[in-house]
């Protein structure tokens, strides 16, 4: 029935101010706002239709993002929105596209590794989308050890100019987003040479394509890398390849906010340290762990509406069968992980404020506290990215069969995230940086530097002034376990986020009390999950575990009620959504039923290729069995 709200009997059922909590989701009442309003407009607007994506050819794809991101920037022009709101805007949009690179890494990677004169050049023309711009970093050969790359950028002091060089296969340029057939410019990293010496990797702004006709530049071969995992998803995104041929750049478009090369050739380096050049990845880690919450909420939205919409087994009388989120065993999967989009959206929310202090610090060229910022935005990166891929699985499993099909959305949504646990730094290799952090700070317990801030907590743990390990090779030897004690130090992280926030005043009636609950269920999950570790290190006993267990049972409990009034919290729309599982009003059979009949395979009851195929067939069958 249109128009009836299937859920209302859930949402009488919620024991806390919905609205109030949707600001704490949002972050603040300004921020609401704001996203509620710009989804609204996305939602409402023709233009940004995507229901028919998973049918789209890669190549007609690929242009209706294109069309999408021109009508996003004429819809952002046009109602003069402010930078905030054209973020937003482009988030509720939800398709892959070469602006997420251009304005999540090309800019700050400007903004970052530039100096004043080159901000002020290249700024303006990229805020205005003048000029289009990838991050061309990783290569065919190496991807994570970025010292590795190949690619050359040699300084000649005749012209003034670099060359900028592909030497072999492996170092043609590989993976960059709207690189393939979009950005006019990179910032391409490469190996600097000076004078013959080699001088480390840095970035430099590279024009690929005439801002004419498109066409690229003498010297570059550039296209796209193919197909990806999963139909519509991330193809959306032109990833490519580019190679080198003896490119000749002006001398000030290297990024020369870190070294410097003077016109006689002469390579400077400036106080501040060089893992700057790192800066531009310190960034986009971050924004990374707030996206986690959001596509981790979405997948949890959609798997708990629609567990309060289907029925299984369990009919008393001939009454209604039992909602399938009413199984202990439902809950027990559903509700850690509603817990966990709530703790990410927490750490995500500190994670942003620890990047802009850190910012501001290195402004003043205060650069004491660019480790743990490094060593708090990779490992909470690789946590909370790793956590929130198998998330979205094990929505699509709580959903059953039609988890499976892409009008539940979860399919796409996979697709399109898990290339989150690679790109941006692979996650084991980031765990490894978060363990070495870890590792360096252990050394020094006994010395006078004090650990601080995320660390201070080590001080406490007495036993690991007593560590020494017999084993040779020691960090490599042990880089496994060392990867679990770098997820453990990040969950620890998490917890503390979340417990520190429900610290702070949180008004709306029994919004407090309901994070408190998810908190909770937060924190017993993981000591449940891990008991293992937990018992075999003596820091909990046998009837700990069983009490934790006991704990968590009645946590879920007290969720149950509040479950669909936790998610519509979130507030997303039914565009943003792209699920009919996940639907506002929960009138999801009428509306699978009806999309089904909208399939391309449906287009004509006889399909194509009856005649080619299988009459023919099925001529040959009856002529068998007449012999
Ligand atoms: C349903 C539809 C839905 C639609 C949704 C639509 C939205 C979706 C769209 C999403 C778009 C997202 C776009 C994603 C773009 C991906 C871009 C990339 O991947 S770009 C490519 C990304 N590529 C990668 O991420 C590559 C990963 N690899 C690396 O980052 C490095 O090579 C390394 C860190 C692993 C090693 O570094 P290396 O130098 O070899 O070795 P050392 O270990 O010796 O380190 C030396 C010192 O440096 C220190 N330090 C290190 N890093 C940093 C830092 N960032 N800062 C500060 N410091 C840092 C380190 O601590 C050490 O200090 P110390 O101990 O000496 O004091
Ligand atoms: C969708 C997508 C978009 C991307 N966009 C961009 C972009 O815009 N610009 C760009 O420059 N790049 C981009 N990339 C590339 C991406 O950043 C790299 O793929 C990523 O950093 C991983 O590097 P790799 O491919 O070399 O993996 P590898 O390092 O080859 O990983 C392979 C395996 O080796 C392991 N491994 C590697 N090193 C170690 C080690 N030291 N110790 C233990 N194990 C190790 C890893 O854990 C992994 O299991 C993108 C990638 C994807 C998938």
Same mark, same amino acid.
């Given at each position: ?107 700050p990677a400007i903004k970052g590794q530039g100096t004043e004169e080159q901000q002020q050049k290249w700024l ?63 910032i391409?990293?490469?190996?600097l ?9 840095h970035g430099f702004i ?46 000030n478009q290297m990024l020369m906010r870190v070294s410097q090369v ?6 400077k380096q400036s106080d501040v340290p060089r893992q700057l050049v790192y800066g531009a990845?310190l960034y ?75 910012t501001?610090?290195l402004q003043a060229n205060?650069f004491?506290?660019l ?37 539940? &959305?979860?399919? %796409? !949504?996979? @697709?399109?995230? #898990?290339? *989150? ?7 084991? =290799? ?43 090779? &020691?960090?490599? %030897? !042990?880089? @496994?376990?060392? #990867?679990? *004690? ?7 992280? =998490? ?49 700990? @575990? ?12 007290? =969720? ?68």
């Amino acid at each position: 029935m249109e128009g009836v709200d299937h859920l209302a009997h859930e949402r009488n059922k919620s024991e806390f101010d919905v609205d109030a909590m949707k600001i704490v989701w949002a972050g603040s009442p300004h921020a609401f706002v704001v996203s509620d309003r710009i989804s609204k407009l996305v939602a409402s607007d023709p233009g940004f239709r995507k229901d028919n994506r998973s049918t789209l050819s890669r190549k007609e794809l690929f242009k209706n993002t294109l069309r999408k991101a021109a009508y996003a920037w004429k819809t952002i022009i046009d109602l003069h929105l402010s930078e905030e709101e054209a973020a937003k805007l482009r988030f509720y949009v939800d398709e892959p596209a070469f602006t997420d690179v251009h304005w999540g890494m090309f800019i700050p990677a400007i903004k970052g590794q530039g100096t004043e004169e080159q901000q002020q050049k290249w700024l303006p023309l990229a805020y205005k989308m003048q000029i289009i711009g990838c991050y061309a970093q990783t290569e065919l050969g190496h991807g994570s050890n970025v010292q590795g790359l190949e690619t050359t950028a040699t300084f000649d002091p005749q012209t003034d100019e670099f060359i900028i060089h592909s030497p072999t296969l492996t170092s043609s340029k590989w993976w960059p987003g709207g690189l393939g057939k979009v950005a006019t410019h990179a910032i391409a990293y490469a190996l600097l040479i000076v004078g013959g010496r080699e001088q480390g990797v840095h970035g430099f702004i590279v024009q690929l394509r005439s801002l004419e006709d498109h066409s690229p530049l003498p010297g570059m071969t550039v296209g796209d890398i193919g197909m990806k995992f999963g139909n519509g998803a991330y193809n959306a995104m032109d990833n490519g390849v580019l190679r080198f041929d003896h490119v000749r750049i002006p001398r000030n478009q290297m990024l020369m906010r870190v070294s410097q090369v003077t016109c006689e050739g002469k390579y400077k380096q400036s106080d501040v340290p060089r893992q700057l050049v790192y800066g531009a990845m310190l960034y986009v880690r971050q924004t990374i762990v707030a996206d986690a919450s959001c596509a981790l909420s979405r997948a949890v939205c959609i798997a708990t509406r629609y567990s309060a919409v289907r029925r299984q087994f369990g009919s008393q009388n001939g009454g209604p069968e039992t909602q399938v989120i009413d199984y202990k065993t439902q809950q027990s999967r559903l509700f850690p992980l509603l817990a966990s989009a709530y703790a990410f959206r927490f750490v995500g929310e500190w994670l942003k404020w620890l990047y802009a202090d850190v910012t501001q610090r290195l402004q003043a060229n205060d650069f004491s506290t660019l480790p743990e910022a490094h060593a708090c935005t990779a490992g909470l990166k690789s946590l909370t990215t790793t956590a929130t891929a198998d998330g979205i699985e094990e929505c699509r499993k709580l959903c059953g069969g039609h988890g499976y099909l892409c009008s539940s &959305g979860l399919p %796409e !949504l996979f @697709a399109v995230y #898990v290339p *989150a646990c690679t790109y941006e730094g692979e996650n084991t =290799v980031l765990l490894l940086q978060v363990a070495r952090f870890l590792m360096k700070t252990v050394s020094q317990l006994g010395s006078s530097k004090k650990p601080v801030g995320t660390i201070a907590y080590m001080t406490r743990v007495e036993h690991l002034m007593q560590c020494r390990c017999g084993v040779q090779r &020691g960090f490599a %030897e !042990l880089s @496994a376990d060392l #990867v679990e *004690a770098a997820v453990a130090h990040c969950q620890l992280l =998490v917890v503390s986020k979340f417990i520190e926030k429900l610290q702070q005043e949180i008004p709306g009636k029994g919004v407090k009390q309901q994070l408190e609950v998810l908190c909770n269920i937060y924190a017993l999950f993981l000591l449940h999950k891990h008991q293992g570790d937990f018992l075999s290190t003596g820091c909990i006993t046998p009837k700990h @575990a069983a009490l934790a267990n006991d704990e968590l049972r009645s946590l879920y409990s007290q =969720v149950r009620p509040n479950a669909i009034a936790l998610v519509d919290a979130f507030n997303y729309t039914d565009h943003y959504l792209g699920s009919i599982l996940g639907c506002y009003d929960g009138n999801v059979y009428p509306k699978l039923y009806e999309a089904a009949w909208k399939d391309p395979l449906n287009e004509s009851v006889v399909p194509d290729g009856y005649h080619q195929y299988i009459r023919p067939l099925l001529k040959q069958e009856i002529r068998t069995a007449r012999l």
